[in-house]
């Protein structure tokens, strides 16, 4: 009987330790985990920002959900500035700027910029307007943009994205919004259960959203995201 008990006795120790080493262990593991999926879910954020802000350059608002967006990404243009030569120190101590540059139409004006062959430098200053494709000037011509929604470690899952055309600011001016966003539950499935849970109980009582979150149509923010 006395070496039943202290058998018992033994492997009661043995959990006991287990389970302070796993107590301790748990939100370490939780946390380096946690780190991998937030770094790649922010960089899924960050293109979505990216592409956002080049729909609104071209069309003046924020495509209104995903699907647009991705569309915008695969067959979109936005503009682009070819620059040919540049200008020099003293030419722009005499005040000579870009704009002024390319609209230079007679030596006598020129020469007020030290330009003593207007010919010769418009012939090598040039400043010209092309239109080029979204995905390429973006992401580059090897970029998959069907996937720019989709959330890692997620089995599935996709951004929400969301805009609005006018949000009237306190200074009374209009102005486009969005947000993307991806939550906890989301992006961190498969994770400690119990972590995730104190993650969204400390979202909730700080009264901030349960996840990763880029730009916000409630408020105006710069297009920042939480992280920053």
């Known amino acids: 009987m006395k070496n039943v008990f202290l058998g018992l006795l033994a492997a009661a120790s043995v959990l006991l330790a287990y389970m302070c080493y796993r107590s301790v262990m748990n939100p370490i593991e939780f946390d380096e985990q946690k780190a991998i999926r937030d770094e790649a879910v922010i960089q899924k954020l960050m293109n979505i920002r990216k592409a956002q802000i080049a729909h609104k350059e071209a069309t003046s608002v924020y495509a209104k959900d995903l699907n647009s967006l991705i569309d915008f990404v695969n067959n979109g243009s936005i503009p682009n500035i070819v620059k040919v030569g540049e200008l020099t120190d003293d030419q722009m101590k005499a005040g000579l700027t870009e704009e002024i540059a390319v609209a230079l139409s ?19 200053f040039r400043r010209d307007t092309v ?7 973006i992401f580059g011509k090897d970029f998959d943009a069907n996937t720019l929604g989709d959330v890692p470690f997620s089995d599935g ?3 929400t994205v969301e ?4 949000f009237m600011t306190s200074s009374n001016l209009e102005v486009p919004l969005f947000q993307a966003y991806v939550s906890y539950n989301d992006y961190l499935q498969g994770l400690n259960k119990q972590e995730i ?13 349960a996840g990763l979150k880029v730009g916000d ?6 297009n920042a995201g939480n992280w920053e």
């Open 217 to 222: 149509t409630s408020s105006p923010n710069n």
């Open 131 to 137: 239109l080029v494709k979204v995905k390429e000037s």
């Open 197 to 209: 849970i104190n993650l969204n109980e400390e979202a909730k009582t700080r009264k901030k959203y």
């Open 106 to 124: 007679s030596q006598d004006e020129a020469n007020k910029y030290g330009i003593h062959d207007l010919d010769s430098f418009m012939a090598n």
């Open 163 to 166: 805009a609005v055309d006018k």
């Open 157 to 159: 899952k996709k951004i």
